[in-house]
């Protein structure tokens, strides 16, 4: 077990639609990530905050946007979904902002519809 | 986006091998991570490397951080059946911004080896 909570396990949902994920960080972690994970993708960097503010993004769709709260956790939203946002998302979560190890949650499976 | 180029792709072992896989990278790295992960789970590090020229070793695993930061090797002796899975490298690049140092936080990932085993 990483430490790093995701909610929910799995989400089906039809395109158009919007869906929030959720992420608890490690205790004591300032900072988040989110990646999404294709078929044939890999892991694609899509955010990251710390300590509550934006630090870095990567390939995010402008449909698709996150914040991190005063309790730090984390909550990436995407809007009009399509079929090809069907993937796994996973948030990680690190001591600092940088030089030191992303631990992994088990992932969010989305399947647009 | 940017990615790491990961090699091989794919891969297949027999109980008791020895496997090698590596990373490059045209860039240099600040950082490099070896993740495993199994079906329907996140990711898992493995190992952490920090310094050009570090071999870190994680029981059977062992990974060595490239002289050049452009690359990062990890071998796996005497492979086990629970070895199979997906190995990932990931690395940390400097940040751009000379005034604020270090590293930028996020990951790159290469897009994996697949390790399966041999039928």
Redesign the interface.
């Known amino acids: 077990d990483?430490g790093?909570t995701q909610t929910p396990k799995h989400l089906i949902t039809a395109t158009g639609q919007r869906v929030t994920l959720r992420c608890s960080p490690r205790s004591g972690d300032l900072?988040v990530?989110w990646?999404q994970q294709s078929l044939d993708?890999?892991?694609?960097?899509l955010i990251?905050y710390?300590n509550g503010e934006e630090?870095?993004k990567?390939?995010i769709l402008e449909r698709f946007s996150a914040q991190q709260f005063p309790d730090l956790h984390s909550e990436l939203n995407l809007s009009s979904l399509e079929l090809g946002d069907s993937a796994l998302y996973?948030c990680?979560s690190?001591a600092?902002?940088?030089?030191t190890?992303?631990?992994?949650?088990?992932?969010t499976?989305l399947t647009v519809v | 986006?940017q990615?790491l180029n990961q090699s091989p792709q794919s891969m297949f072992i027999q109980e008791g091998e020895d496997v090698s896989m590596n990373c490059t990278s045209s860039s240099i790295f600040?950082?490099w991570?070896w993740?495993k992960q199994d079906p329907?789970?996140?990711?898992?590090?493995l190992i952490?490397l920090?310094k050009a020229g570090e071999l870190t070793s994680n029981g059977r695993l062992t990974a060595q951080f490239g002289i050049t930061r452009k690359d990062s090797f990890l071998n796996i002796s005497a492979s086990i059946p629970s070895d199979v899975g997906i190995y990932?490298c990931?690395g940390?690049r400097p940040?751009i911004d000379m005034n604020y140092g270090?590293?930028?936080?996020?990951?790159?990932?290469?897009?994996?080896t697949k390790l399966s085993v041999k039928p």
């Open positions: 990483s790093v900072s990530y990646y993708q890999g892991l694609q960097f990251q710390y630090r870095a990567g390939n996973f990680a690190s600092a902002g940088q030089n190890e992303a631990f992994f949650g088990q992932g499976r | 986006g990615q600040n950082t991570l993740y329907g789970e996140g990711p898992v590090l952490a920090y990932f990931a940390q940040n270090g590293s930028q936080g996020n990951l790159i990932f290469g897009k994996g």
